[in-house]
């Protein structure tokens, strides 16, 4: 079976430095907020590109908390309106409405999966202070066009990265890039053991630029407590586990070469599949897409899955349901049930996902090329 994510096989090669960390921790004593913490923190802010780095329980607690100390700040109240990709995992909606905020759906654009930023402009309110920019599958959302609406507008920008990290946009003209985590005004990442760079548990970040956000921020992950038993915020405990920084300190200088393995693998895929039931994602082949999934949509997804597992390659579909269509939000809720998105259920009714990881062979990579072709 060639399995669709093989993460045994991604952390064995860490294994010895893993154990050493361990040791290390173990022989410090300091288990919360320690010196592992301190250094991914630095670590992941200077990859980043970013000022500053807050690590924090996991991905949905990191935007939840960008929200929350938006409101702390004053630049967010109860009841605002977020711009926010109908099409996106429902952590990210789950996300703003957990902060007391109101989600407005937006339809993703059929060809890159991420918001369509001219739809934007038509679903700004009175109400509306800030755009959720999801980088779904790991392909930045159009930052450019999404912040110049921002700005014209006096919005926050805010980015979903839970699935992007090392993404990079790139300015031709100067010659230079920006990742994802620095491209907005805050950015969430999620380091859960599936993605690019990935915990053996669950653990998050924030990065952001702005100092008052980074102060409250330390705060409000720790109880609202900047310093011991003194609380000025109304907090939660969500702090990044000295173990999980540790180990992620392990596996945050090799995330480059791994993105490049599965860009190599998407560049295959994209270049040798040729089925006419078959639809290719969109990449323009430049660094804004790092792959923590390869989708491809066709209109037989249970055959073609079936198929594909009979031929013993393992597929999985992110996501099945579309947010909207969660029981979660029912008539006595949202009422999005009723609500009309075509291209979003259009996409969450066809998409499927390939295996695509650095631990893949390009002997696998063949086989899953081949099948795909056979069908």
């Known amino acids: 079976m060639i399995k669709f994510l093989d993460l045994q096989k991604i952390n064995q090669q860490y ?17 919360i907020l320690g010196d592992e913490v301190k250094i991914f923190e630095s670590n992941f802010a200077n990859y980043c590109g970013a000022n500053h780095c807050i690590g924090v329980g996991n991905g949905f607690d990191a935007l939840v908390l960008i929200f929350k100390g938006y409101i702390q700040l004053g630049k967010l109240q109860k009841g605002d309106e977020v711009i926010v990709s109908a099409n996106t995992y429902i952590a990210s909606i789950l996300a703003i409405l957990q902060a007391d905020l109101v989600p407005v759906l937006i339809e993703p654009k059929l060809e890159t999966y991420n918001i369509n930023p001219d739809l934007i402009q038509n679903k700004i309110s009175s109400k509306t202070k800030a755009v959720l920019a999801v980088h779904l599958y790991g392909q930045l959302a159009e930052m450019g066009v999404i912040n110049a609406i921002a700005k014209q507008n006096n919005l926050l920008v805010i980015e979903d990265a839970a699935q992007s990290h090392g993404a990079m946009l790139r300015q031709a003209q100067q010659d230079t890039f920006t990742r994802a985590g620095n491209l907005s005004d805050a950015a969430a990442f999620s380091f859960y053991p599936g993605k690019n760079l990935g915990a053996l548990g669950d653990a998050g970040a924030i990065t952001t630029n702005d100092v008052a956000l980074t102060k409250v921020l330390f705060a409000l992950r720790n109880y609202g407590s900047e310093q011991k038993y003194h609380n000025d915020y109304v907090g939660i405990n969500s702090r990044l586990d000295e173990i999980q920084a540790a180990f992620l300190n392990v596996k945050l ?11 190599t693998i998407a560049k ?15 990449w323009d082949l430049s660094g804004c897409h790092v792959f923590h999934l390869f989708v491809i949509r066709t209109t037989e997804r249970e055959a073609l899955q079936g198929y594909l597992k009979q031929n013993n390659i393992e597929t999985i579909i992110h996501y099945p349901i579309p947010p909207h269509h969660q029981k979660a939000f029912a008539p006595e809720t949202s009422g999005w049930n009723s609500l009309s ?20 062979t390009m002997d696998e990579v063949d086989y899953v090329i081949a099948v795909l072709n056979k069908y």
């Open 341 to 360: 998105l075509p291209i979003t259920e259009k996409i969450h009714q066809e998409v499927l996902s390939l295996p695509i990881s650095p631990v893949m």
């Open 268 to 282: 295959r895929y994209l270049s040798e599949i040729k089925n006419e039931k078959i639809i290719l994602p969109t």
């Open 15 to 31: 294994q010895e430095q893993f154990q050493q960390k361990m040791k290390l921790v173990l022989d410090k004593g300091w288990f």
């Open 253 to 263: 200088p090799h995330l480059e070469s791994q993105n490049e393995i599965r860009k």
